[in-house]
T-cell receptor
């Protein structure tokens, strides 16, 4: 069964550093999403992406964040100048239609020290 | 602002009993309502969803009901099993297609054998 994959599974970084989280969505899906989940809290929507551009973004997704689909398979989330409060699980998801069934990746645990 | 209220935050039931989790939403234009199950250390997994043009959907032991007038939707799990123990999140789509997807705060379900 096709699945969304994410790399790395976990990353530790120093405050102020840039990180890039990578996702490979399911191959025939056209809509891509990033979410984050701070430990013990609910999942929060960050951004949706379709046709090589951002469709929607939340208040969390400020100028510190950017997304890119650099090739036909990868979907990346870049966090510039990380802050302590960026520590969270980051989930990528993809869907064939929107709105539609979203399939989540296993997540990347980011720890900012 | 946009919000999804989810209750209860924790739910403990005996194996074989039913479990019901309820979410309310504020945007009457919301038209897509998925439910996710999240096991410890894993990403959310879609278990059932419903669109605003139907009132109920069932898949084996899981059902979702939608009351558009009252703006709430509920997850029903019958004949609960210990493996149903997990965090459950509701989600509502705001802003139409490709809009924001807002998660509820989650319900920790414990099924006691």
């Amino acid at each position: 069964e096709p699945e969304v994959t994410q790399t790395p599974s976990h990353q530790v970084t120093q405050m102020g550093q840039e990180v890039i989280l990578r996702c490979v969505p399911i191959s025939n899906h056209l809509y891509f999403y990033w979410y984050r989940q701070i430990l013990g809290q609910k999942v929060e929507f960050l951004v949706s992406f379709y046709n090589n551009e951002i469709s929607e973004k939340s208040e969390i997704f400020d100028d510190q964040f950017s997304v890119e689909r650099p090739d036909g398979s990868n979907f990346t989330l870049k966090i510039r100048s990380t802050k302590l409060e960026d520590s969270a699980m980051y989930f990528c998801a993809s869907s064939e239609v929107d709105p539609g069934s979203q399939y989540f990746g296993p997540g990347t645990r980011l720890l900012v020290l | 602002g946009e919000n999804v209220e989810q209750h209860p935050s924790t739910l403990s039931v005996q194996e074989g009993d039913s479990a019901v989790i309820k979410c309310t939403y504020s945007d009457s234009a919301s038209n897509y309502f998925p439910w996710y199950k999240q096991e410890l250390g894993k990403g959310p997994q879609l278990i059932i969803d419903i669109r605003s043009n139907v009132g109920e959907k069932k898949d084996q032991r899981i059902a979702v009901t939608l009351n558009k007038t009252a703006k709430h939707f509920s997850l029903h799990i019958t004949e609960t099993q210990p493996e149903d123990s997990a965090d459950y999140f509701c989600e509502a789509l705001y802003g139409g297609s490709q809009g924001n997807l807002i998660f509820g705060k989650g319900t920790k379900l414990s099924v006691k054998p």
